[in-house]
């Protein structure tokens, strides 16, 4: 499911990018734009669809955003220690176990 809606991010990102590149710069900055688009539609009538294009690329892109926060976040739900504890450890801490004693050492082989 993760990786299905990456991919439709990646896509509606790139979209984003490709739709705001096309659109006519309004200062002039880049010396690119103007004229109409072959005439098929007015310079007025391409700037509201791109506009409106970005708008909703821009809010699907929101979208697809949060929910794959909210999908990586719920991986990784800490866990108290106390919770994870088996039942059958004693509350009151033991006396520590003798050590035991010490092994003699075997006595050295011939070679």
């Known amino acids: 499911m993760e990786s299905v809606l990456l991919v439709i991010h990646l896509l509606i990102a790139v979209a984003l990018v490709g739709v705001i590149l096309v659109q006519r710069s309004e200062g002039g900055g880049l010396g690119v734009g103007g004229g109409t688009m072959g005439g098929m539609m007015s310079t007025r009538g ?16 929101f979208l697809t955003s949060i ?39 075997a006595p050295p082989v011939a070679q």
């Open 46 to 61: 391409t700037a509201n669809l791109l506009t409106r294009t970005t708008g909703i690329l821009a809010g699907i892109f």
């Open 67 to 105: 929910v794959l926060a909210i999908l990586a976040g719920g991986h990784s739900r800490p866990v108290s220690i106390i919770d994870t504890m088996p039942a059958g450890i004693p509350a009151q801490p033991t006396a520590p176990a003798q050590p035991a004693p010490p092994v003699q050492p």
